[in-house]
């Protein structure tokens, strides 16, 4: 039986096991919508395209599957842009089905139209523009699958709109195989005996954990090898959870905004054992100085993220789940020593660090955003789906939230993208229907994408904002401050919209603290209502982030409190 | 570390919209294309594109891994590092006055080239050959006036029979 191009698209759906589509209807996509209306796909409208991509991307996360987009043509399709290159640059697995104007109009600068396979052409895993309806079904197969293998990524699929009335036999092969695409999976053993070698030799060794450990579902035998190594972990922003947060070999996040017993293990570390990294700038801060006494390995799925940014001694090409099995299994022949006695001397100088120099800010009367983050951590007992804006709402979320399970902090981690949070916190909240999702949030980035919060309260998902409202953009103002002699240009947000009542316009509820004493009690009340709501934080307005290396410094070189 | 050139042979599939995948790659991550060359193998649903590129050996290494990356890409030879043949192609509208025609005859026939049009007042000259051949022998003839050139850019293949 021949099926029309919507009703292929909706079956492919259906084989991928799709359940929940964020879209936005247009002219491109009536088709598309007229037979979504037929199915029992869960459709989450939202209010701007770029929410329907974060949203996705905040449901994959949750719930390790790909997210879905449909938006139509044109406007539509250029709205998401901004989402698929934060998915893109965070290895989120995508498929955003774009509409296009009529085959015969391509080229002719139709009502709508625009190139939009050639616009995401960098800032995709891989894109198509259908020609054909006959081959929409393999398409949409081979999206799914180069979404979600190897190193993950969003995917595009262009359907003009003649595409979508005409008609085809479903036809899809039974298993997509690309002559061009072969991700590899299995680590090559012999490199992993070297890493045992290096692991028994090391006396300062450290592992560095990245969103790839999250992404191929690694936590478990991550947490496994560090335990019986007795190595100590420290992981990317993308990383946070993979390792639990309360665990004695726990180093915190590194980098530029990491803590002090991060940066100071990573600079004097005699091996480091990086899983799923790429060695980002705000990680590595002055190259050059970098784990410089460190023998490097490096595991990761994508060749291309090894030798990147940093020479590497053991490159390891695989899975991270599968090559943390591997070294588990080489460590059950290998004798590793006395550990509690080789380790010692360095566990104890990583504690005196902690120690010495820990994450601290100074409660006053005024509320510090660092304690609201601490409350809400108290007060979820640490359970909760976070999902952050970006800028310092981001860094206190990253360093007074700790994870301790993957899946659990959502953040635009490699693109760093205001007003991510909050359609991304919709999102999470409908992968995890019973979890309490928060998005922790910055009264700038909130009004980049606030119009989302009709999304929530239309469809009953109890997202909390909590806003830690300084009426600035407050990383931006720190570094006005530190390196540009606090000229504060442009950086002031005073005028902001009162949240309570912005909350109220929506039919949701808003809480405000304005004194410390009131942080608790609108935490407790937030979170003990089940609809959609708007914490309003006044925060102490030029509070910095600590500890802070300077853009392109050693991350040993820190400013501290 | 010093910058070097390389002959990179890329298989790719023939599909609309494969070259600028590659070319935007390029153009992305600062790399550069110093000729490029792109047609159909034996298979017409496979391209074989032949690039110059330069860099210093880890450049090189991110680039041939990032096109190996790319889902259209399926295979990518680095030429320079394997035997290989290469040939260039050049199309040199020389003047050719009658004073200077005996000359031009001359080196045309120490270069195994071809004179393929003559006009009331110039030669076309069709060369083939290795770079260094090819730039000698527009040295030669740049004494008599060059109107125009055009290059097709390097193609190569592995002396390899596996190929």
Known sequence: ?561 | MSEDKHILSILVDNQPGVLSRIAGLFSGRGYNIESLCVAETIDPAVSRITMVTMGHAQIIEQIKKQLFKLINVIKVHDLTTEKSIQRELILIKVYAKSEHRAEILRIVDIFRAKIVDVGPDHYTIEVTGTEDKLDAIITLLKPMGIKNIARSGRIALLRDSKQ
């Open chain 1, 1 to 561: 039986m021949e099926l029309t191009g919507a009703q292929i698209l909706m079956r492919a759906f259906k084989e991928e096991g799709v359940d929940t589509i964020f879209g936005y209807p247009g002219g491109a996509v009536l088709d598309f919508y007229d037979e979504l209306s037929r199915t029992d796909f869960k459709h989450i409208l939202v209010r701007h395209e770029q929410g329907a991509v974060h949203a996705a991307d905040g449901y994959a996360r949750a719930s390790g599957k790909v997210g879905v987009c449909l938006v139509t043509s044109g406007p539509g399709a250029t709205n998401t842009v901004t989402g698929i290159a934060s998915a893109n640059m965070d290895s989120i697995p995508l498929v955003i089905v774009t509409g296009q104007v009529p085959s015969p109009l391509i080229g002719n600068d139709a009502f709508q139209e625009v190139d939009i396979v050639g616009i995401t052409r960098p800032c995709t895993k891989h894109n198509y523009l259908v020609k054909n309806v006959k081959d929409l079904a393999r398409i949409v197969k081979e999206a799914f699958y180069i979404a979600r293998s190897g190193r993950p990524g969003p995917v595009l699929i262009d359907i003009p709109k003649d595409v979508t009335k005409s008609k085809a036999v479903y036809s899809v092969p039974d298993t997509i195989v690309l002559k061009s695409y072969n991700p590899t999976y299995e680590p090559n053993l012999k490199q992993l005996q070297k890493v045992v070698k290096l692991i028994r030799k090391s006396r300062k060794p450290i592992i560095f954990a990245g969103g790839g450990v999250i992404l191929s579902k690694a936590s478990d035998s991550l947490i496994e090898f560090s335990r019986r190594t007795k190595i100590p972990v420290t992981a990317s922003l993308m990383g946070l959870g993979a390792f639990p947060g309360t665990d004695p070999l726990w180093l915190g996040m590194p980098g530029m905004h990491g803590t002090f017993r991060a940066n100071m293990s990573i600079g004097e570390a005699d091996l480091m054992i990086a899983a799923g990294v790429r060695f980002d700038d705000r990680v590595t801060g002055k190259v050059e100085e970098f784990a410089k006494h460190a023998e490097i390995v490096h595991i990761d799925i994508d060749p291309t993220s090894i030798h990147k940014n940093i020479p590497v001694s053991v490159p390891v090409v695989g899975d991270c789940r599968k090559t943390f099995a591997h070294l588990n299994r080489l460590l059950d022949k290998v004798d590793l020593g006395d550990l509690d006695q080789i380790r010692e001397p360095w566990l104890e100088k990583i504690r005196k660090w902690k120690e010495t120099t820990p994450l601290k800010y100074t409660q006053g009367e005024l509320i510090k955003p660092q304690f609201v983050v601490e409350k809400l951590y108290e007060l979820t007992k640490g359970e909760a789906i976070i999902t952050t804006e970006v800028g310092q709402n981001q860094m206190w979320a990253a360093q007074y939230y700790h994870f301790d399970k993957p899946n659990h902090f959502i953040t635009s981690g490699g693109l760093g993208c205001m007003g991510f949070g909050l359609p991304a916190a919709i999102g999470a909240q409908v992968a995890c229907p019973s979890k309490t999702v928060i998005d922790i949030a910055g009264d700038g980035s909130i009004q980049m994408n606030s119009q989302e919060f009709a999304t929530a309260v239309q469809f009953n998902l109890p997202v909390k904002i909590a806003i830690l409202n300084n009426g600035f953009l407050g990383m931006v103002r720190q570094w006005q401050e530190l390196f540009y002699k606090k000229n504060y240009s442009w950086t002031n947000m005073s005028f902001a919209p009162d949240f309570v009542k912005l909350a109220e316009a929506y039919g949701a509820l808003g809480l405000r603290a304005v004194r410390s004493d009131e942080v608790e009690p609108v935490i407790r009340e937030a979170l003990a209502t089940p609809r959609p709501v708007i914490m309003d934080f006044r925060v102490e307005q030029e509070e910095n982030v600590y500890p802070m290396v300077p853009a392109g410094a050693a991350i040993t070189n820190m400013i501290l409190v």
